[in-house]
């Protein structure tokens, strides 16, 4: 997620950002009112009636040369015949510019909208949820001969990233001991063509869309692309469940994904016993991402952001709190670190 502080809409910004693409101005004001931001801020716009989203992240929070390198992979892969999404290139030609602006340097993309609706939208039975397995499955398949994997950062990269979080904003000592025990852990897994390569890193049914006449999926947003065990984005798959399905039919759905990947691409035993490390991975690297975003100090605040405030900070408090009952539970145990995340 971006700093607070960038969460506000700019329709001017986007505006201005527009005039790089070709669009249809009638219906500009009509489409930019459906904007989000999260990690990007993304505003719709049209062009010739086909959907579009305009994407936009100030320059200080990405560098131009990642999300030149994300089009370049989404580009390979839709040659191979994967649906990711359409890149849509500007008037010059480039699919990826640093755009200067009275608010500040942006770093602008765009890309075309996907048939259907996102898993999290739509009527997800067991079938859909295995397809949504298996079109992981396919995914990980192509990424395995990607020619531009190499070009994104390791999980290394991605652990000194947590840590240099935790330690600009004085995480507790025992998330230090935690962060410790999962580079301990990781360190002895080993590393092979077919378990580490290129992942996702955010395919959670927001970002997986299914268009039921069709019967096909897509996937949007890889921007959080980066080299590490393919169960990284197996587990929060799997995680990402509870969002499509109802507690009664969990375990069903976690079988029906992993039937599907399975039928996509190799899981082993081994594989799947990684899987509770790869979780405390994404939890503590999400945790370290929530104190920067909430080190923002933003006058005036309004409800909203006052409400997303506390549900973020609650977030951070529920982590430390589970690691700090799972320490206390290994101290008295005499053990090892096992975590319950």
Known sequence: MLKLKYLFENFQLAKCCLQHWDHDEDTVDEMLRRFRISSNAVYPFKQEGRLCFLRLAPAEEKSVEEVIGEVEVILWLRSQGFP????????????????????????????YGVPGVSLEKCDADMQVIAGYGECLGKLHRALKSCPLARRRNNHLALLETIRFYLETYSAPV???????????????LPITDNN???????????????DAESNRFSVID????????????????????VDITDEAHLVDAETAFLTGYRSASTLTEEDEQ?????RRLVRIHEYG???????????????????????????????????????????????????IL
């Open 84 to 111: 990711a999404m359409e890149p849509v290139p500007m008037k010059n030609g480039k699919y990826v510019d640093i755009i200067e602006s009275q608010w500040g340097r942006y770093i602008a993309s765009c890309f």
């Open 174 to 188: 025992y998330i230090f001991n935690e962060l410790e025990a999962i580079c301990n852990q990781l360190a002895m």
């Open 196 to 210: 580490y390569g290129l992942v996702h890193y955010d395919f959670e049914p927001d970002n997986v869309f299914f």
């Open 222 to 241: 890889f921007d959080d692309m980066i080299q590490c065990w393919y169960m990284l984005d197996v587990v929060r798959a799997l995680d990402a469940l």
């Open 274 to 278: 990684t899987l509770p490390l790869m």
């Open 289 to 339: 991402g929530l104190l920067r975003c909430l080190s923002d100090n933003i006058e005036a605040e309004p409800d909203w952001l006052i409400k997303l405030r506390k549900k973020l900070t609650d977030r951070v408090r529920s982590y430390e709190s589970r690691v700090a009952a799972d320490r206390n539970s290994a101290l008295s145990r005499g053990g090892a670190h096992e975590s």
